[in-house]
């Protein structure tokens, strides 16, 4: 099971960090994902990280404003997006793969998800 937080209401050029908590031990071969949802569109790639390595991989559209990271001893991964953009307005969704590290911008490869957390940027 995975569980997000950190979503709120943040204003333009401010920074919020998501995160996601995995229940139950992550082993290794399993790549957590963070995709999004904006209203009206469709879920979108942002990032992604295999957890035994910490190997990561942005979209290019948060890349140089967004990082992950991971904290293995709480089963826990981040996402610090910094300069934040009104149209980074969306749901943020964490999920778990065991696909080949270049198809994980694939969400269809995603077999378990967390609900999401809402992130709203406006002023």
């Known amino acids: 099971q995975l569980v997000e937080s950190g979503g709120r209401l943040v204003q333009p050029g401010g920074s919020l960090r998501l995160s996601c908590a995995a229940s139950?031990?992550?082993?290794?071969?399993?790549?957590l994902g963070w995709f999004r949802q904006a209203p009206g569109k469709e879920r979108e790639f942002v990032s992604a990280m295999k957890w035994s390595g910490g190997t990561t991989r942005l979209s290019d559209s948060v890349k140089g404003r967004f990082t992950v990271s991971r904290d293995t001893a709480k089963n826990t991964m981040f996402l610090q997006m910094n300069n934040l953009k009104p149209e980074d307005t969306a749901v943020y969704y964490c999920?778990?793969?065991?696909?080949?590290?270049?198809?994980?911008?694939?969400?269809?490869?995603?077999?378990?998800w967390g609900q999401g957390t809402l992130v709203t940027v406006s002023s």
């Open positions: 139950g031990r992550l082993f290794s071969g399993y790549t």
């Open positions: 999920a778990a793969t065991k696909i080949v590290w270049s198809a994980v911008a694939n969400q269809d490869y995603y077999t378990v």
